[in-house]
């Protein structure tokens, strides 16, 4: 069964940096893409960055590009660096796993069937 475990949260002050991990194990099928979900308290779950690596393929939401890079390695760990954080970036942040088909809205986390538990994020002003 496949399994997401992520890491690196915590507390920032705005400008500051996190770089958050995600350790995939179990069948790893479904990875073809990775990707970083986050989810702030009243508000929906929104895509931040994809990355599917055979595909040779990065996706960022324009709230993050510039700031936030995805990157992959090749024991199936991804990862997540943010950097120039802002108040309006806490969440909880996810990772998530997919097929192909994630390359058709690759933001999309109704696409996604594997998810990790989340780590928090604060960003304080």
């Known amino acids: 069964q496949a399994q997401l475990v992520e890491s690196g949260g915590g507390s920032v002050q705005a400008g500051g940096s996190l770089r958050l991990s995600c350790a995939a194990s179990?069948?790893?099928?479904?990875?073809?893409?990775m990707a970083w979900f986050r989810q702030a308290p009243g508000k929906d779950r929104e895509g931040v960055a994809t990355?599917?690596?055979?595909?040779?393929?990065t996706y960022y939401a324009t709230s993050v590009k510039g700031r936030f890079t995805i990157s992959h390695d090749n024991a199936n760990t991804q990862y997540l660096q943010m950097s120039s954080l802002k108040p309006e970036d806490t969440a909880m942040y996810y990772c998530?796993?997919?097929?192909?088909?994630?390359?058709?809205?690759?933001?999309?986390?109704?696409?996604?069937?594997?998810w990790g538990q989340g780590t928090r994020v604060t960003v304080s002003s």
């Open positions: 998530a796993a997919g097929p192909i088909g994630v390359l058709r809205q690759p933001l999309d986390p109704q696409l996604f069937p594997t």
């Open positions: 179990g069948s790893t099928v479904s990875y073809y893409c």
């Open positions: 990355i599917c690596p055979r595909a040779g393929s």
